[in-house]
């Protein structure tokens, strides 16, 4: 069954405060800069009355940028119903591209935007590294699989192509 998908509102703040708490996702450090993802719009995904995912998104000119996507529940198609949902928004505001920031161990990440069409834009080596020093030291120093946790990864996907002139 699809999730229910819903805009963000203040009705939801516990829930979603609660939820992105739950994934060490309230603060959002990328690019030098730690963001704090109940700032920005988010789309809930709901199942049986329950809170099954949260994308958060900030839209900034042509740019939409996927700040947190996170499912209870991997393989359910929770996050696919988010990003797509956020493709729609970043489409409705006329951005020519969205995209996000990962880690290097996240290959569980690097799996699903791939799948969906997201390219990899840029790398930014010990760009963690520097995150927990200066900004979020509970970022852990491995991750998936064991993966030592150090730098950036910038996805995107481009919703028009830049003219060439």
Not at 27 to 41: I, K
Request: proline content about 5%; glycine content about 10%.
């Amino acid at each position: 069954m699809d999730p229910e998908l819903s805009l963000g509102g203040p009705e939801d703040r516990q829930a979603l405060e609660d939820f992105l708490g739950e994934q060490n996702a309230l603060r959002v450090a990328r690019r030098g800069e730690l963001v704090d993802a109940l700032d920005h719009p988010a789309v809930l995904a709901w199942s049986d009355g329950r809170l099954a995912g949260v994308t958060t998104y900030i839209v900034d000119g042509d740019d939409c940028e996927v700040l947190t996507l996170h499912a209870a529940t991997r393989l359910a198609g929770t996050g696919t119903a988010l990003l797509d949902a956020v493709l729609g928004i970043a489409r409705g505001a006329g951005c020519a591209r969205l995209w996000l920031v990962t880690t290097n161990d996240n290959v569980e990440a690097l799996r699903f935007y791939q799948r969906r069409g997201f390219r990899l834009a840029a790398l930014r080596p010990g760009a963690v590294d520097a995150s927990r020093a200066a900004l979020k030291p509970g970022i852990p120093p491995s991750g998936f699989f064991g993966i030592p946790i150090r730098d950036e990864l910038e996805l995107e996907f481009v919703l028009i192509e830049p003219t060439v002139g």
